[in-house]
């Protein structure tokens, strides 16, 4: 499974943008997808992730209200939308697919990762 991600951008704080992850390959539609972060001297962190068939999401604490992970299968695409952006949100952002959420959702099990994407919010 290859995975494209694009999207990322220069904004300011509370702005949104949209982040898209294109998959190809074989059954890359049969896994579940996500999104990491990595800011500058920090580790990788888990964003969010959705079940291979959109019906269950996990989002961490520092998202939960602001991001929105979806996914459409049919264009073998995840989106993560941001709003109410913060300085803090900051970082390269790569999406990740594993056949089930829980493998997803911690970076030593994902089974692909995308290049990154940059996002910085300015303040």
């Known amino acids: 499974v290859q995975l494209q991600a694009s999207g990322g951008g220069l904004v300011q704080a509370g702005d949104s943008l949209r982040l898209s992850c294109a998959a190809s390959g074989r059954t890359s539609s049969n896994n579940a997808m996500g999104w990491f972060r990595q800011a500058p001297g920090k580790e990788r962190e888990f964003v969010a992730a959705?079940?291979?068939?959109?019906?269950?999401?996990s989002y961490s604490d520092s998202v939960k209200g602001r991001f929105t992970i979806s996914r459409d299968n049919a264009r073998n695409t995840v989106y993560l939308q941001m709003s109410s952006l913060k300085p803090e949100d900051t970082a390269v952002y790569y999406c990740?697919?594993?056949?089930?959420?829980?493998?997803?959702?911690?970076?030593?099990?994902?089974?692909?990762w995308g290049q990154g994407t940059q996002v910085t919010v300015s303040s």
């Open positions: 990740a697919a594993a056949p089930s959420l829980f493998q997803v959702a911690t970076p030593t099990t994902v089974r692909y």
């Open positions: 959705i079940s291979w068939r959109g019906g269950v999401t």
